[in-house]
């Protein structure tokens, strides 16, 4: 797979990664994108016929929970002090017209 990358490809990368890349980073940048694509070309090599897909590396249970108030905010207390309120929430005279 290698030479996939060329310099136009790198040029637009660090375009897109807003990048300013020297010449000697831009090769650079190339053989890495070109060590990379070679280890996926390996990996595209494994037999997974077989191998069950998983959703992640680790296992894990549910981990929502329902949520329950434990301590209430006090609005109703707040609200009492408001000289006007509307449903749960003060109301303030209109600024704009």
Not at 30 to 40: A, F, H, P, S, V
Not at 61 to 90: M, W, Y
């Amino acid at each position: 797979m290698a030479g996939q990358i060329t310099d136009e490809i790198i040029e637009y990368v660090g375009i897109l990664a807003k990048l300013e890349l020297s010449e000697e980073e831009k090769e650079q940048a190339k053989q890495d994108m070109e060590k990379m694509l070679d280890y996926i070309g390996q990996l595209n090599t494994l037999d997974t016929e077989g191998v069950e897909p998983m959703s992640h590396v680790f296992p894990i249970q549910n981990v929502f929970r329902e949520d329950i108030v434990t301590n209430p905010d006090g609005s109703e207390e707040i609200l009492s002090n408001a000289p006007a309120k509307k449903d749960r929430s003060f109301m303030v005279p209109k600024t704009v017209e």
